[in-house]
């Protein structure tokens, strides 16, 4: 199953590329995916995951335009051809 990766900010710059293609296994979840993606770009993990290995609340994770977080989270099962966004919050400004 191809599934391709969209990576912003920090994010981005701990993978060194915006955008990466990957094969996983029919059935694979996004979590699976995010743990295998992590096990290849070492400073990754501690952006994406806490001590638990749960996704940090404040990274957003998109798959195909829809926040993981309103669905199954880490659970989502990825489809062929599905786009993952990957991007940390963003806040702060001006009061």
């Known amino acids: 199953m191809h599934v391709e990766f969209v990576t912003y900010a920090t994010i981005r710059d701990s993978i060194g590329e915006k955008r990466l293609e990957r094969e996983f296994d029919s059935g694979t979840t996004v979590g ?3 743990s295998a993606l992590a096990d290849d770009h070492e400073s990754l993990g501690p952006l994406i995951f806490d001590g638990d290995g ?16 309103n ?3 880490a659970a989502t099962t990825l489809t062929d051809g599905a786009t993952v966004s990957l991007a940390p919050g963003v806040s702060g400004g001006q009061e």
Do not use: I, Q, S, T
């Not at 998109?62 to 977080?69: A, C, F, Q």
């Open 71 to 73: 669905g199954a989270g």
């Open 54 to 69: 749960d996704l940090r609340p404040h990274v957003n994770v998109l798959v195909d335009e829809e926040n993981v977080r």
């Open 32 to 34: 699976e995916a995010l």
